[in-house]
Nanobody
Framework: QVQLVESGGGLVQPGASLRLSCRGS????????VYWHRQAAGEEREFVGY????????????????LTISKDSARFTISKDNTGNTVYLQINNLKPEDTAVYYC?????WGQGTQVTVSS
């Protein structure tokens, strides 16, 4: 059975960086997009971005209160390692509002999440 396992979260100060990992299977990630979401306590799950099967990456962006999809992000970077079985979410210049549980998912498979807490 396919499992997705996130790791890399932790407690960091504002301005720090983290690289979250989502480990799955190369075949799953080869044939399906891999998405990152996050959910803050008491909030709805929020889409962060995804990496396409062809390696293209897309990020959510809110402009004037409207959610859009962009190929660029000022603070987030999604990538895949050379083995193809791990997808990363790099977050730079972390802010307290980034505090959330971060999840990856691909096809119908979800990980258990990794907690990111940003606090001084």
């Amino acid at each position: 059975q396919v499992q997705l396992v996130e790791s890399g979260g932790g407690l960091v100060q504002p301005g720090a960086s983290l690289r979250l990992s989502c480990r799955g299977s190369a075949s799953l990630f080869r044939d399906n997009h891999v998405y990152w979401h996050r959910q803050a306590a008491g909030e709805e799950r929020e889409f962060v971005g995804y990496i396409n099967t062809d390696g293209s990456v897309y990020y959510s962006e809110t402009i004037n209160g409207r959610l859009t999809i962009s190929k660029d992000s000022a603070r987030f970077t999604i990538s895949k390692d050379n083995t193809g079985n791990t997808v990363y979410l790099q977050i730079n210049n972390l802010k307290p509002e980034d505090t959330a549980v971060y999840y990856c998912h691909s096809s119908s498979h979800w990980g258990q999440g990794t907690q990111v807490t940003v606090s001084s």
